[in-house]
T-cell receptor, first 114, second 114 residues
Framework: DADVTQTPRNRITKTGKRIMLECSQT?????MYWYRQDPGLGLRLIYY?????DINKGEISDGYSVSRQAQAKFSLSLESAIPNQTALYFC????WGGGYNEQFFGPGTRLTVL | GENVEQHPSTLSVQEGDSAVIKCTYS??????FPWYKQELGKRPQLIID?????GEKKDQRIAVTLNKTAKHFSLHITETQPEDSAVYFC?????????????FGKGTKLSVIP
């Protein structure tokens, strides 16, 4: 079945380290998103991309960067990780559909910054 | 930008009773309102959605209602079952054509007591 996958699934790192989270999809969708989930704060959009040459900042992009290497791959980087970036990170994809289409989420990456 | 408020943050109901989760939004231009369900340890998944040209939509035991004038929408679950226990997120679609994105509420943890 077509799916959205994320690597790694869990990561523990130290303050100041650079870290990359990767997302791949076999759904053939053009649109990809990175969200962050914190307890009691819901899902907050970090960055999104509507095609390979399109990158847009979301609500909480400070401290993060992204790369859309191909239609199927969208990576999130933390250049210098800090403890308050400890969270559950989700990648999601969607088709165009006039903007009404379902977003399909990956399994999530749990990141801990010590 | 868009602001989505969701209430309550936690909700406990007896099996077989109904559950209602309410959301309000701030941007009158928002015109698409999906609901996502996240079971413990799993990824969020779309369960129902509604467009602004519709006042109510049903799918078996779940329904969503929308009041555009008051800028609020609600999720109704009837005859609740233990498998309905999860965190539910409402969302509102914002942005113009080519920049559509979802703003999520902070979530409601629903517990169905057998």
């Amino acid at each position: 079945d077509a799916d959205v996958t994320q690597t790694p699934r869990n990561r523990i790192t130290k303050t100041g380290k650079r870290i990359m989270l990767e997302c791949s999809q076999t759904k053939g969708h053009d649109r990809m998103y990175w969200y962050r989930q914190d307890p009691g704060l819901g899902l907050r959009l970090i960055y999104y991309s509507f095609d390979v040459k399109d990158i847009n900042k979301g609500e909480i992009s400070d401290g993060y960067s992204v790369s859309r290497q191909a239609q199927a791959k969208f990576s999130l980087s933390l250049e210098s990780a800090i403890p308050n970036q400890t969270a559950l990170y989700f990648c999601a994809t969607s088709d165009w559909g006039g903007g009404y289409n379902e977003q399909f989420f990956g399994p999530g990456t749990r990141l801990t910054v010590l | 930008g868009e602001n989505v408020e969701q209430h309550p943050s936690t909700l406990s109901v007896q099996e077989g009773d109904s559950a209602v989760i309410k959301c309000t939004y701030s941007d009158s231009a928002s015109n698409y309102f999906p609901w996502y369900k996240q079971e413990l340890g799993k990824r969020p998944q779309l369960i129902i959605d509604i467009r602004s040209n519709v006042g109510e939509k049903k799918d078996q035991r779940i329904a969503v209602t929308l009041n555009k004038t008051a800028k609020h929408f609600s999720l109704h679950i009837t005859e609740t079952q233990p498998e309905d226990s999860a965190v539910y997120f409402c969302a509102a679609r914002t942005g113009g054509a080519g920049s559509y994105q979802l703003t999520f509420g902070k979530g409601t943890k629903l517990s169905v007591i057998p």
